[in-house]
């Protein structure tokens, strides 16, 4: 492995000067950090970790801290994020620590490994509305980033989607086809996604001058069971007429939602239009289900780089930047025109 007196003697610089423009000291010039990482790369420089904090006051590692559930293992995104997040890190010389939640208090997890005064910054999942996490790491001045927002509006650095254009550009291409019963089965509402998510909807729905029933409305664990159950119950029409359309707050949910359609007896598109989430889940391809699902594109796997972009910017001065996309709507054979047939009481005056 080269050292850093090698890479110096190849370019004319001082041992020091490497070090600096290594560690992205503000004094080197670009060309200088450049042409310095060039070398480094070629020589396979790997940096002494312990003397890259000696000099900048950084690990080189951040932490993910993870919340046990008892659904973990049918987390179908977990391992692929894990790995995601490692190799994004890791092209900018930055290791992953994962720990693990099993307490009540949401901040004890991250107390503890600052105590240890180990780690940069931190990688936040799962965001909840006026997440205490965020206040805690800002008051302690710890730079992180966090996958998703708390609110519309914020001050720390994030990367996501839009999560109410989620809803919003499902209801506008239903409406499109001619569906004014349009039901939403929404992710856990404990999660700011979900909570965004029902605002969305609820707006857009509004503005189609169309109302929802309570019964049309639900949220739970995104999982094929739960999307089946909750809309075996709705198309039964026990409160009036049924869902002509259903947006699933993911891939899994709407393949329940797609079983339940036709346990009933009915056809999707014929009769219920489905849409989900996602896409891009490494067991259950939307493109793969029969018919192919209609869905708002945005794999959580593509979250990866970002995010390690944006915390390690962050862990070296810049800041705090907020970058949130609008999920990509692909419409596929799961959506068609509403049936045709009788009015609806839902529909608003």
């Known amino acids: 492995m080269a050292t850093l007196k090698e890479i110096g003697a190849e370019l004319g610089l001082s041992p020091a000067t490497v070090s600096r423009a290594l560690n992205g000291f503000p004094e080197v010039n670009k060309n200088t950090v450049d042409r310095v990482r060039e070398v480094a790369e070629r020589l396979g420089y790997r940096p002494n970790r312990v003397a890259q904090r000696l000099v900048t006051g950084r690990s080189g590692m951040v932490g993910l801290i993870i919340k046990i559930r008892a659904d973990m293992s049918a987390d179908q995104t977990f391992f692929e994020m894990l790995t ?15 720990a693990v939640d099993q307490d009540d208090d949401p901040v004890l997890p991250y107390r503890k490994l600052m105590e240890r005064d180990i780690l940069d910054g931190f990688i936040l999942n799962a965001p909840v509305p006026d997440d205490p996490r965020v206040a805690f790491l800002q008051e302690k001045g710890i730079p992180f980033v966090m996958h998703g927002q708390t609110a519309p509006d914020v ?3 994030c990367f996501g989607i839009d999560n109410a254009a989620v809803s919003a550009d499902a209801v506008r291409l239903l409406t499109s086809l001619g569906h004014k019963r349009i039901a939403l089965i929404n992710g856990q509402s404990r999660y700011a996604f979900s909570v965004d998510r029902l605002r ?3 707006k857009a729905m509004e503005a189609e001058g169309l109302s929802v029933p309570a019964a049309f409305m639900t949220s739970d664990a995104e999982t094929e069971t739960h999307g089946y159950t909750h809309a075996l119950e709705m198309l039964a029409g026990r409160d009036g007429p049924s869902p002509t359309a259903f947006v699933c707050a993911s891939t899994l949910v709407a393949a329940g939602v797609m079983r339940a359609v036709k346990d009933r007896g009915l056809s999707v598109p014929g009769d219920v239009s489905v849409m989900g989430h996602d896409d891009a889940l490494p067991l259950t391809q939307a493109r793969d289900l029969e018919p192919a699902l209609t ?18 910017a962050h862990v070296k001065g810049a800041p705090a930047e907020q970058r949130i996309e609008r999920a990509e709507l692909i419409v596929r054979a799961s959506t068609g025109p509403a049936p045709k047939g009788g009015e609806t009481p839902w529909l608003s005056t």
């Open 295 to 312: 869905v708002t594109r945005a794999p959580l796997r593509d979250a990866c780089q970002p995010l390690a972009e944006l915390l390690v």
């Open 155 to 157: 001050d720390y650095a």
């Open 84 to 98: 995601g997040l490692t190799a994004a890190l890791g092209a900018q010389d930055t290791d992953l620590v994962l």
């Open 200 to 202: 969305g909807f609820s």
